[in-house]
């Protein structure tokens, strides 16, 4: 078991209140979180990421970019924690050939290729969600957590992603706004509504029509 | 007759915090002009001055040719008293969360570049590092202060996504660091341009800077030569940004040193006499320390220099101050017009850059010379190169700022469009740039008292004169706590009015 939430009042920095949450979640789960836009999904999704104590990758909605930096020390910033200080001082003075060797295939794979070393802030929005999950993938670990990573990608590239994820990470938990792709990728669907969970259950016996009441008033 | 109805109107309007404050330091300006002597005591100043003025446009550079060294040197203390104190504040701004170094970096920051040379004068006598230090310390101060508010202020999301794992320095230099790096770059290059005044105006008193030459072509009514002396100095900081490049700047900075020049040889006993005898209050050293006498002798000793000296000085400082600084703000408003977009065409706003250009560039203790043999010793020509200078400045700024105003296209024009639309806009940047310069204006009173204006500084000078450093210790002490206290104020006053904080470049 990764995570557990029993009976919980949960609520951060300004965000939405959730109240009485109570979750497990197993290794090898692919979970989505949908609700409204405002119904607690990162309040839960940082509950989560704090509370585990392994290695976990992290891709916070507004990407969390260094934006004077390129994409290459970006997706870099994922292995940080592998190399000694001075190793990452020296390639971010000079980036090394093994390292762009290993981030490449990552960043091609996601349509980033040609961009590796244009700096972070002069990407679009779809790009910049990219560069943070390539530096989620280079990073690796137990799990993933991602507040809607896929919000200003296109549907070709975000299936390529969730793929990716999924290829990455044994376990992905993911708010999304996408039904549809929340539906074909996770094992398992949590709903949010009016502060507390309205619908936890897998993937496979729900239906679009399922989740509509999430969304209604 | 039939009662008038009594629905309770107002009547009278309401004025914001801002306007009152605004009105409150008028009305304290009013006062000290009350109080201040600003009386032209020259006999014949417009002769004077129109000699001045026909120097100005024909300056004379056939005595300048000789001065490469002079040049190349006054760059050189600026470049090495500015790395050195960048590279020190950058390592202060670290720790600046912590009490006792916010109180360091304020205190030695209180101290104006020319009154630390005089102190390192004391010890080091006429060494090139006497010029560097002067600049450096001071500078540390600042720029820590400047460097953690930028740290501390930039939105840093990549920090919460960094690994498990990953090592403190790994994270500052990859996820903290490079989103302000910009930010410090550019108040880097900026602090050098401070950092050129302060070298040139070393030389005033004796270092081998341009302020050197400026003194003597100004002391023998040499006018023309003084003025291409100042247009030389207007064109290295005009050009700064073509020779001062990113690149270069390493390499600049490794030769700087070598171009000081040697001057008087450091004789280690001047420092520990410096340290352990001289400043120590007089009654301390001649008595026993376990004498009653002693300490009150000690007592009357400090008692007396802060009844006759301390207080006059602080009167006077903070005098000239208040009266600066809405003179200052009301040269600001006055100004930046000139240089708006919203307000003149490319004539005017070229013209209005170049007054504000060569009126900020001029060091104040220059203009406050200039006008001190113009118009005589009184508080007038300090008042007059204090507000001259930082008007400029925050003039400057302010122009910037009006043209970043989106207006609607059927706004009014002219001085409605300035009433209307405009200042109400910039007023609250307007106070937060002046607040800030508040503390600026008080550490420069302090160096006029150098010219004979009897602030704080004057005191300081007069006993650093006559040697006895321990009044002068003394008296600097004061100086120090008066200009924290200010800042303090400045502080809380922005915070009260919820202006911005960032005005790091005012």
Not at chain 1, 123 to 144: P, W, Y
Not at chain 2, 6 to 33: H, M
Not at chain 2, 405 to 411: A, G, H, K
Request: aromatic letters at 10%; glycine letters at 8%.
């Amino acid at each position: 078991m990764l995570f557990r939430l029993n009976n919980e009042d949960l609520g951060y920095d300004g965000g939405a209140v959730l109240r009485g949450i109570s979750i497990t979640v197993s290794a090898g789960e692919r979970l989505a979180l949908v609700g409204e836009s405002g119904a607690g999904k990162s309040t839960l999704l940082s509950v989560l990421q704090s509370r585990y104590n392994g290695n976990t990758a992290l891709i916070p909605q507004e990407s969390g970019l260094v934006r004077s930096l390129s994409v290459f020390h970006n997706v870099y910033m994922g292995s940080l924690h592998r190399h000694s200080a001075a190793y990452n001082l020296l390639n971010l003075v000079w980036p090394r050939q093994q390292e762009i060797r290993r981030i490449r295939p990552i960043a091609e794979r996601l349509g980033l290729g040609d961009k590796l070393f244009d700096r972070a802030g002069e990407l679009s929005g779809g790009q910049q969600q990219r560069t943070a999950i390539c530096r989620a993938i280079l990073q690796g670990g137990d799990a993933v957590l991602g507040d809607e990573p896929v919000s200003a990608t296109d549907q070709h590239q975000s299936r390529v992603i969730m793929a990716a994820l999924a290829a990455t990470f044994e376990t992905v938990i993911l708010a999304m706004h996408d039904v549809d792709l929340a539906l074909e990728f996770s094992t398992r669907i949590i709903g949010i509504k009016d502060g507390g969970i309205a619908l936890d259950a897998p993937a496979g016996d729900l239906t679009r029509s399922d989740l509509d009441f999430l969304y209604r008033a | 007759m039939p009662a008038f109805s009594a629905i309770p109107t107002r009547s009278t309007p309401r004025y914001s915090p801002v306007v009152k404050t605004s009105v409150g330091f008028v009305a304290v300006a009013v006062v000290c002009l009350a109080f201040a002597d600003i009386s032209i005591t020259t006999l014949d100043p417009w002769s004077e001055m129109r000699r001045m003025a026909w120097g100005m446009v024909t300056p004379d550079f056939s005595a300048v040719a000789g001065l490469g060294m002079v040049i190349l040197q006054t760059i050189a203390f600026a470049l090495s008293g500015v790395a050195l104190g960048a590279v020190g504040g950058f390592l202060l701004s670290q720790i600046f969360h912590l009490g006792p170094v916010r109180w360091f970096c304020a205190s030695v920051r209180a101290i104006h570049e020319l009154f630390w040379a005089l102190i390192f004068m004391q010890m080091l006598g006429l060494s090139p590092l006497t010029g560097v230090l002067a600049i450096a310390i001071p500078y540390a101060g600042i720029c820590a202060k400047v460097y953690a508010e930028t740290l501390e202020e930039a939105q840093l999301p990549a920090l919460r996504t960094l690994p498990r794992g990953t090592s403190i320095i790994s994270a500052f230099f990859f996820a903290r660091l490079p989103d302000v790096w910009v930010h410090i770059k550019n108040y880097t290059s900026y602090r050098f341009e401070c950092g050129l005044r302060s070298s040139a105006v070393l030389g005033f008193i004796g270092l081998p800077t341009l302020g050197f030459h400026l003194e003597t072509a100004f002391s023998e009514g040499n006018y023309s030569e003084a003025a291409a002396l100042m247009i030389i100095f207007y064109i290295l900081i005009a050009t700064l940004r073509f020779w001062l490049r990113p690149k270069l700047v390493g390499i600049y900075v490794l030769i700087a040193p070598f171009l000081l020049g040697s001057g008087a040889a450091i004789d280690m006993s001047n420092i520990v006499r410096f340290l352990t005898v001289d400043i120590v209050p007089v009654p301390l050293r001649r008595g026993g320390f376990l004498e009653s006498q002693t300490w009150s002798n000690l007592s009357e000793w400090a008692g007396t220099l802060f009844m006759d000296q301390a207080l006059p000085g602080m009167v006077a400082t903070l005098l000239l101050t208040q009266i600066a600084l809405v003179a200052t703000g009301i040269l600001a408003l006055a100004l930046f017009p000139l240089i708006s977009e919203k307000f003149f065409g490319p004539m005017v706003r070229t013209v209005g850059h170049g007054f504000l250009v060569v009126m900020r560039s001029t060091p104040e203790f220059i203009l406050a010379y200039v006008f001190l043999q113009l118009w005589g010793p009184s508080m007038l020509p300090a008042i007059v190169a204090l507000s001259l200078h930082n008007g400029a400045i925050i003039g400057h700024l302010m122009g910037r700022f009006s043209d970043e105003v989106r207006l609607r296209p059927d706004s009014p024009r002219g001085i409605n469009l300035y009433g209307f639309e405009i200042l109400p806009r910039v007023y609250g940047q307007f106070l937060a740039f002046l607040f800030y310069r508040w503390e600026v204006i008080m550490r420069e009173t302090a160096i006029l008292g150098i010219l004979g204006i009897a602030t704080l500084g004057f005191f300081v000078d007069s006993a650093l004169a006559d040697i006895r450093l321990d009044r002068a210790v003394f008296l600097i002490a004061v100086m120090v706590v008066f200009n924290v206290a200010v800042d303090v104020l400045s502080r809380y006053i922005r915070s009260r009015l919820r202006l911005s904080t960032q005005a790091g470049q005012a």
